[in-house]
Nanobody, 124 residues
């Protein structure tokens, strides 16, 4: 059974950096396309970034392009999200998610597995 666990959230001032990780258990991490989503209070869950099974292709939401970097270590069954130049509007609970669709998607309903989330708070 696939389980995902996010780590590394916290509080930071605007302009600062944080790095999230997501540990995958249950086997077969290298076969899953992995994503990061986030959900701010009172808002819908939104797509942040996606990465292919081998890490060779990545996609980003326009709002984080150039500031966030998604990566993965298949040997360690771990997904990462490095966040730089953080802004107050990046404040949200960040979730990792997985599906096996061969092309990138951005819709939360297409994800097959979710972590429980990690809170990131950016103060001005």
């Amino acid at each position: 059974q696939v389980q995902l666990e996010e780590r590394g959230g916290g509080s930071v001032q605007a302009g600062g950096s944080l790095k999230l990780s997501c540990v995958h258990s249950g086997g077969g991490f290298r076969w899953w396309v992995m994503y990061w989503f986030r959900q701010a209070p009172g808002q819908e869950r939104e797509y942040v970034a996606g990465i292919s099974t081998d890490g060779g292709r990545t996609r980003y939401a326009d709002s984080v392009e150039g500031r966030f970097t998604i990566s993965r270590d298949n040997a360690q069954n771990t997904l990462f999200l490095e966040m730089n130049n953080l802004k107050p509007e990046d404040t949200a609970v960040y979730y990792c998610a997985a599906n096996k669709r061969t092309s990138f998607v951005r819709e939360a309903y297409t994800m097959e597995h979710w972590g429980k989330g990690s809170l990131v708070t950016v103060s001005s």
